[in-house]
T-cell receptor, first 111, second 112 residues
Framework: QKEVEQNSGPLSVPEGAIASLNCTYSDRVSQSFFWYRQYSGKSPELIMSIYSNGDKEDGRFTAQLNKASQYVSLLIRDSQPSDSATYLCAVNRGGSYIPTFGRGTSLIVHP | DGGITQSPKYLFRKEGQNVTLSCEQNLNHDAMYWYRQDPGQGLRLIYYSQIVNDFQKGDIAEGYSVSREKKESFPLTVTSAQKNPTAFYLC???????????FGQGTRLTVV
């Protein structure tokens, strides 16, 4: 089982819809979780971090964490074509606290 | 203007050559990381450093070397022992292990 798993997609949503991106992880003692956005040919940029169970909102983005189910998600409300990118989930390893990345989910927002 | 600077943006290497990728940060971060990204793949950890004069191997360290003589700098050398070095190399830093990591703009290395 991979440490951090994401559906590679592409996930295609119409403009204005909610995009839901999911990530599961295998290390039960992981404490820190991050979502990054990566445009084609560019480096990842941090969107959100979440450390506690529940929801965390920042503008159009909401991160959701469920440690019991080892599941973290990112919701993007009112999706825009500029949101089209690959979204990387990162989970810090429980022992070393080093970020481990999933392969990313490609999101396409069509007008 | 705080950030992480990687240079060069593009690098071409001949077979059998060693090349060094530069990574400098002025965020006063203690931890620094090197990742490699191949097309359609996630980021794989090469080396990381928690503090000056200390660094640890990541998941794919073979064929790479690093140094951390200054807090601001964490250069990566891709040696001739690395059999498939063509990739996108990303440097990141964070205040400490377990905190938010920020990335430089990356170096795209191609073997010619």
């Amino acid at each position: 089982q991979k440490e951090v798993e994401q559906n590679s997609g592409p996930l295609s949503v119409p403009e204005g819809a909610i995009a839901s991106l999911n990530c599961t992880y295998s290390d039960r003692v992981s404490q820190s979780f991050f979502w990054y956005r990566q445009y084609s040919g560019k480096s990842p940029e941090l969107i959100m971090s979440i450390y506690s169970n529940g929801d965390k909102e920042d503008g159009r983005f909401t991160a959701q964490l469920n440690k019991a189910s080892q599941y973290v998600s990112l919701l993007i409300r009112d999706s825009q074509p500029s949101d089209s990118a690959t979204y990387l989930c990162a989970v810090n390893r429980g022992g070393s606290y080093i970020p481990t990345f999933g392969r990313g989910t490609s999101l396409i927002v069509h007008p | 203007d705080g950030g992480i600077t990687q240079s060069p943006k593009y690098l071409f290497r001949k077979e059998g050559q060693n090349v060094t990728l530069s990574c400098e940060q002025n965020l006063n971060h203690d931890a620094m990381y090197w990742y490699r990204q191949d097309p359609g793949q996630g980021l794989r950890l090469i080396y990381y450093s928690q503090i000056v004069n200390d660094f640890q191997k990541g998941d794919i360290a073979e064929g790479y070397s690093v140094s951390r003589e200054k807090k601001e700098s964490f250069p990566l050398t891709v040696t001739s022992a690395q059999k498939n070095p063509t990739a996108f190399y990303l440097c990141a830093s964070s205040r400490g292990l377990g905190t938010e990591a920020f990335f430089g703009q990356g170096t795209r290395l191609t073997v010619v």
